[in-house]
Structure formats: structure tokens, C-alpha cells
């Protein structure tokens, strides 16, 4: 039996794709068979953060419409043979992707994966809805500001009422609250909002705190999921959050600042 | 971070970040109230102003109908305010003060 996870936000650029990345290989590093599928019809990115742009030959399209088998279509990760790589469509529009062929995509990957990761797209049209239709837990990604936090809650809401487990009376989806681009130092400064008050405005259980880290930014420039960079505090954060996903009492890091001495504590550094 | 960051970080109360805070509070209260409404309300209230306005002519926003959950039940709230020259209805309200407060 395999679980269908969606990696969602409403908002844009909160980290979407780099946690579905992330996520995928840390679980993958754990040893599941995942699956990863970009529900990002005509902006396809998780190719590009996974660093296997130019291995595309068919998408999710291709398989929905029968133009391709699911093999033909899914890449197998160079780094990682237990992690395969399900491209979005460039060229179609988002009104390609159906409840059915979607459905039918997913009950094919589930017979040879674990864990399914369904990256959205941003906003609530039919990408977003499709792919946490059928969604077992939700990542819901956050950043510390206003508007991020609103959309969150608004995804949170349609989680609760337009997936398959509300339409069907199943049990709810699990929710997790993934704080990104997190800086301690901005929350002591009162810049940012804590991780304490995003989750008293959100109440959801906090799977992890991923820090503002330059290691992100490197490693999408170079197609390399930031969980396998486990010199960086992003990737050490990832791995984390994978653990405690899967079931491990880990303590939360990166959530406080790191001790800094008199010296640079006086004069900046 | 410098000696007068040290300094600006001891006033918390005013800082942008409880501004959002509270800001957001407010917000997603407000938008979770509207989220566990039925999406009928507004025909409702629609449906019920044209059969008011069969007996007496009501003003577009005189009529209110609101959903409140009290316990483990929800009550349909209906509020109609009736024009003053409104003889055809018995009008309770609005009653007149002959000697406004300052």
C-alpha cells in the first residue's frame, strides 16, 4: 500500500518544488521506492530542481492521454535507483490533466512505489486541486509572512472539503506545517514571524523548520535535491523533517540562533 | 548584527512581526467563519428581499442573514429593517427617541 503525499501552498515561491526535491530524495535516501510527479502543467520545474532536464522524453500528459506508458515516461534518478521522476507537460495546458487519467497514473505508481510525492502548482485552479485530490498526508509549505500564511490557510481549508478523503467521509488528510526560508535572527529582531505564532495562527503540527540558506539557491543551480548537501543546515533540516515524517522523535533545529561570541555579538560579524 | 540592533530588539511589542501577527489572527478567524458557510446564503437572502418586497418596498442592503454556530447547533440569523413609512407592515422599529443623548 503506498501513500500519496502533496506538497502544497497556494502561494508561489515558497519552496514548493525544492521541498517536493528535497523530500522525494530523503525518503528515497531512506530507502522507500518513491515517486515524484510535477502536477505543474506548462511551467514544468521539478525536472530542472532534480537536475534531469534533459533525460524528458514523455510527461504525465503523455500517459494520461495514452501516448506513452508510465515507464516511458518516468526517469530514473542517476543518484538514486529507488527514486523515478514524473515529469509535467510543457507544451499542454493546464485542462489536460483529468480527475480519471490522474486516478489512474497514481493506482499504476502505487503498485510499484511507497511513497507517491505530488509537487502542486501554485494557486487553486486545476493542477493544485488535482493533485491533493487524492492525497493522504498534506505538506503544507509556509513562509513567516503575511500573505504566505493566509494562502496556507486558505489551502487548508479546501484540503478539508474538495479532496477525496472529505468526499468520500475517509479519514482526514494529515496536515504538516513546513516552515521555509526561516531566520531566527529576523524573528529576535521582530522582522519575521516566529515559528510559535505562525502555528497558533495555523494549528497544524509542525513537521519542520527548513532555514533561509544559501545552500538552497546552490543547489538548484545545480540540479541537486539540497537534501543530499548534508554539509548545509537546508539539507540537514530536509533530512529531518523526512525522519520525523516517517515516524522518529527528532528535535526541531534551526529554529534558534546559533551562539554567537562577545565579539561578533558587539561589532557584527 | 551590531550593539544597536541589541538595543532595538528589546522593544518587541511594537515590531512589524506582532503587527502581522495580530493582522493575521483577525484575518483567518474571519475567513474560516465565511469558509463553514453554506454557499446558498446569498440566493437566500436574495429570494427572501424579493418576497419582502411583495408587501413592502425595502432597501437592497436592509435585509441581513447571517449563520452563527452556538454549540453543537448553527442558527440562521434574518434581519430585516423595514422603512419608517412603511404602513402596510405593523413597524415595532426603529423607535424614536424624544430626547436623544448626547
Same mark, same amino acid.
Request: hydrophobic share 35%.
Given at each position: 500500500?503506498?501513500?500519496?503525499?502533496?506538497?502544497?501552498?497556494?502561494?508561489?515561491?515558497?519552496?514548493?518544488?525544492?521541498?517536493?526535491?528535497?523530500?522525494?530524495?530523503?525518503?528515497?535516501?531512506?530507502?522507500?521506492?518513491?515517486?515524484?510527479?510535477?502536477?505543474?502543467?506548462?511551467?514544468?520545474?521539478?525536472?530542472?530542481?532534480?537536475?534531469?532536464?534533459?533525460?524528458?522524453?514523455?510527461?504525465?500528459?503523455?500517459?494520461?492521454?495514452?501516448?506513452?506508458? @508510465?515507464?516511458?515516461?518516468?526517469?530514473?534518478?542517476?543518484?538514486?535507483?529507488?527514486?523515478?521522476? @514524473?515529469?509535467? #507537460?510543457? +507544451?499542454?495546458?493546464?485542462?489536460?490533466?483529468?480527475?480519471?487519467?490522474?486516478?489512474?497514473?497514481?493506482?499504476?505508481?502505487?503498485? +510499484?512505489?511507497?511513497?507517491?510525492?505530488?509537487?502542486?502548482?501554485?494557486?487553486?485552479?486545476?493542477?493544485?486541486?488535482?493533485?491533493?485530490?487524492?492525497?493522504?498526508?498534506?505538506?503544507?509549505?509556509?513562509?513567516?509572512?503575511?500573505?504566505?500564511?493566509?494562502?496556507?490557510?486558505?489551502?487548508?481549508?479546501?484540503?478539508?472539503?474538495?479532496?477525496?478523503?472529505?468526499?468520500?467521509?475517509?479519514?482526514?488528510?494529515?496536515?504538516?506545517?513546513?516552515?521555509?526560508?526561516?531566520?531566527?535572527?529576523?524573528?529576535?529582531?521582530?522582522?519575521?514571524?516566529?515559528?510559535?505564532?505562525?502555528?497558533?495562527?495555523?494549528?497544524?503540527?509542525?513537521?519542520?523548520?527548513?532555514?533561509? #540558506?544559501?545552500?538552497?539557491?546552490?543547489?538548484?543551480?545545480?540540479?541537486?535535491?539540497?537534501?543530499?548537501?548534508?554539509?548545509?543546515?537546508?539539507?540537514?533540516?530536509?533530512?529531518?523533517?523526512?525522519?520525523?515524517? @516517517?515516524?522518529?522523535?527528532?528535535?526541531?533545529?534551526?529554529?534558534?540562533?546559533?551562539?554567537?561570541?562577545?565579539? #561578533?555579538?558587539?561589532?557584527?560579524? | 548584527?551590531?550593539?544597536?540592533?541589541?538595543?532595538?530588539?528589546?522593544?518587541?511589542?511594537?515590531?512589524? %512581526?506582532?503587527? %502581522?501577527?495580530?493582522?493575521?489572527?483577525?484575518?483567518?478567524?474571519?475567513?474560516?467563519? !465565511?469558509?463553514?458557510?453554506?454557499?446558498?446564503?446569498?440566493?437566500?437572502?436574495?429570494?427572501?428581499? !424579493?418576497?419582502?418586497?411583495?408587501?413592502?418596498?425595502?432597501?437592497?442592503?436592509?435585509?441581513?442573514?447571517?449563520? !452563527?454556530?452556538?454549540?453543537?447547533?448553527?442558527?440562521?440569523?434574518?434581519?430585516?429593517?423595514?422603512?419608517?413609512?412603511? %404602513?402596510? %407592515?405593523?413597524?415595532?422599529?426603529?423607535?424614536?427617541?424624544?430626547?436623544?443623548?448626547?
Amino acid at each position: 500500500m503506498s501513500r500519496i503525499i502533496v506538497v502544497t501552498s497556494g502561494k508561489g515561491g515558497v519552496g514548493k518544488t525544492t521541498t517536493s526535491a528535497a523530500f522525494a530524495m530523503g525518503l528515497a535516501m531512506k530507502g522507500y521506492k518513491t515517486a515524484v510527479i510535477d502536477f505543474d502543467v506548462g511551467l514544468r520545474n521539478l525536472d530542472l530542481i532534480m537536475g534531469c532536464e534533459r533525460r524528458v522524453v514523455y510527461d504525465f500528459v503523455n500517459v494520461i492521454n495514452g501516448e506513452a506508458t @508510465l515507464n516511458q515516461a518516468l526517469i530514473r534518478d542517476k543518484r538514486r535507483d529507488n527514486l523515478s521522476i @514524473l515529469p509535467a #507537460s510543457q +507544451t499542454r495546458d493546464k485542462e489536460s490533466l483529468t480527475q480519471e487519467g490522474v486516478e489512474r497514473v497514481l493506482n499504476e505508481l502505487s503498485e +510499484t512505489f511507497e511513497y507517491i510525492v505530488c509537487d502542486s502548482p501554485a494557486g487553486i485552479e486545476r493542477g493544485a486541486t488535482l493533485a491533493m485530490y487524492f492525497a493522504d498526508d498534506a505538506v503544507v509549505v509556509t513562509n513567516p509572512e503575511v500573505s504566505s500564511v493566509r494562502d496556507s490557510d486558505r489551502m487548508l481549508g479546501i484540503l478539508a472539503s474538495k479532496s477525496r478523503r472529505a468526499e468520500q467521509g475517509l479519514e482526514p488528510i494529515k496536515e504538516y506545517l513546513l516552515l521555509t526560508r526561516y531566520s531566527p535572527e529576523r524573528v529576535r529582531l521582530g522582522e519575521m514571524l516566529s515559528v510559535a505564532d505562525v502555528q497558533d495562527i495555523l494549528s497544524l503540527h509542525l513537521l519542520g523548520v527548513i532555514p533561509e #540558506s544559501k545552500s538552497v539557491l546552490s543547489a538548484s543551480n545545480s540540479g541537486t535535491p539540497v537534501t543530499l548537501d548534508e554539509k548545509s543546515d537546508a539539507g540537514q533540516a530536509y533530512r529531518d523533517v523526512v525522519r520525523r515524517y @516517517l515516524g522518529e522523535r527528532v528535535p526541531h533545529r534551526f529554529v534558534e540562533e546559533e551562539k554567537k561570541g562577545l565579539f #561578533s555579538r558587539l561589532f557584527g560579524g | 548584527m551590531g550593539l544597536l540592533d541589541y538595543f532595538r530588539s528589546r522593544t518587541p511589542n511594537t515590531s512589524s %512581526a506582532s503587527v %502581522a501577527k495580530e493582522r493575521l489572527q483577525i484575518l483567518v478567524a474571519h475567513e474560516r467563519s !465565511e469558509r463553514n458557510k453554506p454557499d446558498y446564503l446569498p440566493r437566500l437572502q436574495r429570494d427572501l428581499l !424579493e418576497v419582502v418586497r411583495r408587501y413592502v418596498h425595502v432597501d437592497d442592503n436592509a435585509i441581513t442573514v447571517t449563520m !452563527e454556530e452556538d454549540g453543537n447547533h448553527e442558527v440562521l440569523e434574518l434581519n430585516i429593517v423595514l422603512p419608517e413609512e412603511a %404602513a402596510a %407592515a405593523p413597524k415595532p422599529k426603529p423607535r424614536q427617541r424624544s430626547h436623544p443623548r448626547r
